[in-house]
């Protein structure tokens, strides 16, 4: 009889960590142990940190477990809590009906219920409401007090240009803003531009010439200039703004505004003198542009690496204004000179380019065939320093399991107090987490690096032949989305010259062709990541 394969699951910020005590590496511990013991074993380990579980889909390791267990790889899920999975109740009865759709079980180690029955059904629905009625408590309190702070003319934290927070006198977690003079400058540089006429291009620009740079030390870009300029704190303000994702205005009714207690750094009329002129400029006729532009974050600048975006210019020919459409650095463009140069292509240039290559490869089957056999090549070249590396990190990452024992040992024998444990142990769970990350990436590329060897030429012939034939019948409009979809990224030259085309085929794209294609001699089991270059 096979031994059955178990996923361990575990999911913990650092302040969760820090309030409960019992570290992550201690609960995998724990639950692995329990799986050896009971003779099983122990599939793979999926561990999130530091992220919150209020949305599956920002959590990596989640979605890598998903797909293992859609691939049959293990038996069962086991995590600590019902809510290291989830505290959203919809989102965990969604998780656990997608595992039981891959035949996979689920079990929480502390909590006594079984999913495959009944009972064990309702009392997983309960312990996930009352996870989900916690978390939501939690917030709306948090919600109250952050807007009675307000109303008091108090700070509700955050780092900001200008200003610091000092704790009020005698008051535990009350703040109010300090005025720190050199930032201070900067403000009301930025706003003295602003109401003289100056745009946010331009005042970034020339901000980021005087060696400025904001809070966290990058160049100051279009929407950092915009966000100070928007600012009601700097007038001697404090907003409290209740806006919901939904919400597309900054409206009267979603933003509240209290007199603060702090200085102010611009005066009230410079304040009301930028808004007007804010109101002004959004409510003044806009621009249209007619056009798509097919590369949009498709091209790299050469110089930065940065995705090159749309960018358009109008000169006198001829005594005639003439438009001139082209792909510029979107570094340059968000954050002016200082960040990059603009390394401007043509639009006509480029897309005629990338047009003509897709379709004269689209046709070439011999070519296509060069490109599958050369990516196999590389693959099977890389494998092996891969393996050797793979050893010296489990060789590694055994070597620290050894001294947690020690230090486990000491702690309990009293050799060492609870504060020394907890520093080392910590320490320790660095040291493995960054081995683990390391093993997982590659293992990853060991997986991709086979995958490619069993690749059919036949097959990838298909999805190209299929992309071609939807390419030619697209409108403007669909090509665009076509080429975001088989496009990883275009290199550029120095010289300003497309040098590669990178093709991706990932499993979205794959089911697109595939089911587009009206063959019937599709293999639609075949779905791998792989990487071609044009």
Not at 76 to 84: A, F, G, L, Y
Not at 93 to 109: C, G, T, W
Not at 185 to 203: E, H, P
Not at 496 to 520: A, M
Request: hydrophobic share 35%; net charge positive; charged share 30%.
């Amino acid at each position: 009889m096979s031994l059955a394969k178990k996923a361990i699951y575990a999911r913990v910020s650092t302040q969760e960590q820090a309030d409960e005590g019992f570290s992550i590496e201690s609960q995998i511990d724990v639950i692995s142990k329990s799986i050896i013991q009971n003779g099983d074993i122990v599939y793979d380990i999926y561990i999130d940190r530091g992220i919150s579980g209020k949305a599956m889909d920002n959590r990596p390791e989640l979605q890598r477990m998903l797909s293992d267990a859609k691939h049959s790889r293990f038996d069962e899920v086991i995590v600590w809590k019902v809510n290291r999975l989830g505290r959203n109740h919809l989102e965990l009865l969604k998780i656990v009906q997608q595992l039981e759709r891959y035949n996979v079980d689920f079990r929480s180690h502390t909590e006594p219920f079984d999913t495959t029955t009944p009972t064990g059904k309702l009392m997983f629905s309960m312990i996930a409401s009352i996870g989900q009625f916690e978390r939501e408590t939690i917030v709306e309190n948090v919600k109250a007090g952050m807007k009675q702070r307000a109303s008091q003319g108090l700070f509700n934290g955050g780092r900001m240009l200008g200003y610091y927070s000092e704790k009020v006198a005698d008051e535990r977690i009350k703040s109010k803003l300090v005025i720190i003079p050199e930032e201070a400058d900067i403000v009301r540089m930025i706003f003295d531009m602003y109401i003289n006429g100056f745009g946010f291009k331009k005042i970034s620009n020339k901000i980021n010439d005087f060696g400025f740079r904001t809070i966290n030390g990058n160049l100051f870009s279009i929407y950092a200039v915009r966000d100070i300029v928007m600012n009601p704190t700097y007038a001697g303000f404090i907003r409290y703004n209740n806006r919901t994702k939904n919400r597309k205005n900054n409206d009267a009714e979603s933003a509240h505004i209290y007199k603060g207690q702090h200085d102010p750094i611009i005066t009230e009329e410079i304040w009301n003198q930028a808004q007007a002129i804010m109101q002004s400029r959004a409510h003044g006729p806009r621009k249209v542009h007619k056009g798509v532009f097919l590369l949009t974050g498709l091209l790299k600048c050469p110089e930065c690496g940065s995705s090159m975006v749309a960018g358009r210019s109008t000169h006198k020919r001829n005594g005639k204004k003439v438009m001139y459409h082209y792909y510029q650095c979107s570094r340059y463009k968000n954050y002016g000179r200082n960040a990059c140069k603009p390394n401007s292509i043509r639009q006509e240039y480029a897309e005629k380019y990338v047009v003509d290559k897709l379709n004269k490869f689209t046709v070439n089957d011999e070519f296509i065939e060069r490109v599958i056999s050369k990516l196999n090549s590389q693959s099977k070249t890389k494998s092996e320093p891969l393996f050797h590396k793979l050893t010296d990190l489990e060789r590694s990452k055994s070597k620290c399991d050894v001294k947690r024992e020690r230090i486990l040992d000491l702690y309990e024998s009293g050799d060492i107090d609870k504060v020394v444990f907890r520093e080392r142990i910590n320490r320790f769970e660095e040291d493995v987490d960054r081995i683990n990350t390391q093993i997982k990436e590659i293992k990853k590329e060991l997986e991709e690096s086979k995958a490619l060897d069993q690749i059919p030429t036949e097959y990838v012939k298909l999805m190209i032949h299929s992309f071609s034939k939807i390419f030619k019948v697209s409108n403007r409009d669909q090509r665009k989305v076509l080429l975001n979809l088989i496009i990883d990224k275009i290199t550029v030259g120095s010289n300003k010259k497309i040098n590669e085309i990178v093709l991706h085929f990932d499993e979205n794209t794959q089911k697109y062709l595939v089911e587009e294609d009206s063959t019937d001699n599709v293999e639609s089991s075949i779905f791998m990541h792989f990487k071609l270059t044009i």
